[in-house]
């Protein structure tokens, strides 16, 4: 148990990335109450169920009350309503953040509700899967995991420093950037993969010579692992694509453009194009094995011997 870094963590938002924090910041004793608050009472009563916080509250208001600590756990499109909803039940001096995949537009939406006094430091735990609901959640999703904190010119830097030790506890290594370069790195490493899966499932499934039978039945594994990300919330995944759109646009041009020129390899017979590249992306593969960032391997980021349970 460590010396709480927070008196109240009020969690917005109890899906995957809520739970997990809430899990981990119980067993851990970061924050001395946690505070949850959802929309849908279902939601609310399964998390309670799971023991996942201290207080449990339909409205949003009443959770942020007295809290040194917010953080918005919900799709980045929902945000600013949100922001807007709690502001006047923040207390002065209480640190504002959230975990959205998307920052530039999500600090457009929720910086200009908030009161002067109030710290906000964006953040971003690269860390997930393709799982939602407060029963995905786990402790330890964040363990050997990046999380980016996007700070605003004028947020006190202290309260980056508490928000930068909060993730640290949660086992995180901890980089700070700002928004737009976030959002353009993200768009290659992370939104524009799961457009490509959510692309080549949705094609598998609309061929007509190919019955979804033996779509299912033949998929080899580099198919399935793409039906893994393709599986990922689709409410969240809509919000990303709207919210980060440019940057998306920019590296999806990029990406066509490449793969135009594979598609002349092929057409050519340029084995030697394919081949060059083909090698130097095995490389980048065997590069994030050694820099320890593969989470297929088994038990990635866990103690030995704690349960098994699917990261992304
Ligand atoms: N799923 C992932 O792998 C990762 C997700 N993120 C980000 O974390 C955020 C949350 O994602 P997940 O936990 O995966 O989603 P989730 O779908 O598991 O949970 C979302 C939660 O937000 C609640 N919610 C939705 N609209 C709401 C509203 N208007 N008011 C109050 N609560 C509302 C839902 O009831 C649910 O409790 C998103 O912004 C996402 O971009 C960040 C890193 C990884
Ligand atoms: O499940 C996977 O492979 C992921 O890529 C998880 C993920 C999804 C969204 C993020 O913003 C960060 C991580």
């Known amino acids: 148990m460590t010396e709480p870094l927070f008196e109240k963590l009020a969690l917005i938002g109890i899906g995957l990335i809520g739970s997990s924090i809430a899990l981990n910041a119980k067993a851990s004793g970061l924050a001395r109450h946690v505070a949850i608050t959802t929309r849908r009472k279902e939601t609310l009563a399964k998390a309670e169920a799971l023991g996942l916080g201290d207080s449990y509250h339909l409205e949003a208001a009443e959770a942020v009350k007295d809290a040194d600590f917010v953080i918005l756990c919900v799709p980045v499109g929902v945000c600013g309503a949100i922001t807007r909803e ?20 999500v600090i457009g939406q929720m910086a200009p509700h908030l009161p002067q006094g109030v ?25 050997n995991r990046w999380c980016i904190l ?6 006190d830097p202290e309260a980056v420093e508490r928000v930068k030790a909060f993730w640290e506890a949660m086992g995180a290594n901890v980089e700070a950037m700002t928004a737009e370069h976030h959002d353009l790195v ?29 779509v ?23 919000d990303v694509f709207l919210t980060n759109r440019d940057a998306v646009l920019e590296m999806l041009a990029r990406f066509s453009e490449d793969l135009a020129s594979l598609q002349r390899a092929i057409r050519w017979g ?4 394919l081949f060059d590249l083909f090698t130097r992306t095995r490389a980048i593969r065997r ?4 820099a320890g960032q593969d989470t297929a391997q088994p038990n990635f980021g866990r103690e030995p011997g704690s349960e098994t349970k699917p990261q992304g």
């Open 216 to 238: 299912v039945k033949f998929s080899a594994s580099g198919f399935r692992d793409f039906t893994r990300i393709a599986a990922s919330d689709p409410t969240m995944w809509r």
């Open 270 to 273: 340029d084995g030697d194009a």
């Open 119 to 143: 710290q906000f430091v964006p953040a971003h735990p690269l860390a997930g899967t393709e799982h939602s609901g407060p029963e995905a959640g786990f402790p330890e999703l964040f363990r």
């Open 150 to 155: 996007t700070p605003l010119a004028e947020t």
């Open 186 to 214: 993200l768009a290659i490493v992370s939104h524009v993969p799961h457009l490509i899966a959510y692309n080549i499932v949705g094609t598998a499934a609309d061929l007509e010579e190919v019955t979804q039978s033996e």
């Open 287 to 290: 590069n994030i094995i050694e």
């Open 86 to 105: 709690i502001a006047p039940h923040l207390n002065a001096g209480a640190i504002v953040s959230d975990v959205g995949s998307v920052k530039a537009a």
